[in-house]
């Protein structure tokens, strides 16, 4: 299912691929130092913003994907394709990329 954006982008991953929004990383350490864009690590959190409809199966039928659009997740530190739209930041992976569900 695809999704529109606050600007209106429409995407529409395909198989189990999903489309994420990363989470800004925090700019300030816990004791308070300020950290530049050039230091700070890619962030694996996200929100997900639009979903594929899942695997097609040797059957033929497609499977479920476990998230939906609106969980915000933990990605692996190299997955995924970081892509930019209209000067927003995305990341489209494989839901066998997402290491957890954040528990609302």
Do not use: H, W
């Not at 300030?28 to 890619?42: C, F, H, M, N, R």
């Not at 695997?55 to 394709?81: N, P, Q």
């Amino acid at each position: 299912m695809a999704t529109a954006t606050a600007k209106k982008i429409r995407m529409r991953p395909l198989d189990d691929r999903v489309v994420l929004e990363p989470c800004n990383p925090e700019g300030v350490t816990a004791g308070g130092i300020v950290l530049p864009d050039s230091a700070q690590e890619k962030p694996q959190r996200g929100t997900i913003v639009a979903t594929g409809p899942g695997k097609l199966l040797d059957s033929g039928e497609r499977g479920t994907l476990d998230v939906k659009v609106g969980d915000e997740v933990f990605y692996g530190k190299y997955a995924g394709t970081d892509v930019e739209i209209s000067g927003r930041e995305y990341v489209i992976l494989r839901e066998s990329d997402i290491l957890a569900v954040v528990a609302k």
